[in-house]
């Protein structure tokens, strides 16, 4: 049976699509049995759907989402390779997510979806609401991405812009929940157990890709954990699945402007305390107070992984690193291997996660490029 717990209090919610426990608030955790077998890969279904067995049983929404691409990133040893998100739909790895969680709605009862965003989530839920013919709301901070809010619009999503800090969009998102009536669900990527299922399907295919092994480690950005914590759930299925002896260290990189979880981490805390955001063109991090701030403290400890911060000038000068071999992303993307030099060794097999293309922010590029 597939189940929605809390991972704090291990309450039961009422249904199935509840945002948070009803009963001490924290987020919770979807229960997905092994699939029988161990089968990782369904050749004759597209997109994250090719590893259904390993995700909700729910008539699927896709977009035909390609496996994204595994290339070497030179400078940091022949072992160490990049994997490009943005060559997902919407140009980012929320695509994952977006598309498992809207399924999960729909499949429950949901016609209307509400979600808050920086950019890329919102973008991507746009995109899998419309394919599933479901209504959406967005709250997005009112300095977001233009690129990525011009996204949410043209898929038909009512955009609602929140100025302030990107905490606020969330508090507005969840206000406008009171009252709403039956079929309206909240789904921010922040919150929600589905979102992980979906980004559980970036182990499943590094570990395809790689000829069903594990990388050493994996380094990502991090702000409110989403793509960590979905890769530390696949891997620990696979492993559980005796497919892999281990997971593979898990290195979560912030953006020092807005860091509480690499502050945690270095203090030894087992949760993090909310910040004061300062500015920082890695806008797609800029979380103050991660949700499952607990949950990813956890689970990178438990892959004897870290958590480390860089600067915007570190990350402006991974971009043109990047950008000189040939990988258009966004700034976000490059916090991931700004962290590199701190955080591996060249022996390591280790996967870097670039996780949105640089189309999404081509205003900020572009004023980096300027002399």
Known sequence: ??????????????????????????????????PEGSTLIDESAMGVWRYHGWLPPVDPVGLGEPRTGLVELRGHGRATVAKLEGGLPTGSFKD?????????????????????SSGNAGAAFAAYAARAGLRLRVFAPADASPAKLLQVRSHGAALIPVPGPRSAAGDAARGALD???????????????????????????????????APDAVVAPLGGGTLLLGVHLGFARLRAAGLIDRVPRLIGVQSAACAPLARAFRAGAPDADPVEPEATIAE???????????????????????????????????????????LFVEPTSAAAHAGLPRTVSDAERVVVALTG???KATGQIGEILTP
Do not use: K
Not at 21 to 28: R, V
Not at 179 to 208: D, K, N, Q
């Open 357 to 359: 293309h640089g189309l």
């Open 1 to 34: 049976m597939t189940e929605l717990r809390c991972g704090s209090c291990g309450a039961s919610p009422p249904g199935p699509t509840p945002w948070r426990c009803p009963a001490c608030g924290s987020p919770l955790e979807l229960e997905l049995p092994l």
């Open 179 to 213: 009252g709403a009536g039956p079929g309206i669900a909240y789904a921010s990527h922040l919150w929600h157990p589905a979102f992980l299922a979906g980004t559980a399907t970036f182990a499943y295919e590094v570990f395809e890709q790689l000829g069903h092994r």
């Open 96 to 116: 994952r997510g977006a598309a498992v969680t809207v399924a999960w709605l729909r499949n429950h009862g949901a016609t209307e979806i509400i979600v808050d």
């Open 284 to 326: 797609g991090i800029r979380i103050a107070r991660p949700p499952r701030s607990r949950q990813i403290l956890a689970a990178i400890r438990d892959t004897r992984g870290a958590i480390v911060d860089v600067t915007d000038d570190e990350i402006r000068a991974s971009l043109r690193v990047l950008f000189d071999q040939g």
